[in-house]
């Protein structure tokens, strides 16, 4: 009995720590209104569907974050042997001036949009988001190939 006891309380402890993982964008999430690094807003929904047939590398970062900065060397190795791929980076920096910088410092070329509800806003909360750096890969559908890695090196990405 001690031994059931053990097992079923190791299979909650499994169950309560596994997190869903979405093949589609839950409605809050493609309803948020994101800044372009021109100043325009839009929509996730906009941005995805303006490049719909196309396989999209979505890069939810921050000039701030430690993990997210080391990961640019492994962004830009993707880049050079992914090239068809579309690449979005989507900022959570605490400022538009520090998101700015930062593209520019690091020399990142792609597409970028700054997340103005942060972390925890609505687009975090609909997707998980509990840390960052964090990789996605979106099927030319607008379905979510690969919801969630968090190093470059993931055999995921690969």
Known sequence: MKHFIQLLL????????????????PPEALQETMLSINGENTTFENILASHKGKTIFVDIWASWCRDCLTGIPGIKEIQKNNPQLTYLFLSLDR?????????????????????KSGMYGTFGKAIGLNWIPRYMIINPDGSIKLFEAIETDDKALK
């Open 10 to 25: 190791i299979a909650c402890l499994v169950a309560s720590c596994h997190k869903e993982i979405l093949k589609e964008f």
């Open 95 to 115: 400022n538009i001036a520090a998101w700015k910088k930062g593209i520019k410092k690091h020399a990142l070329v792609g597409e970028h949009y700054f997340l």
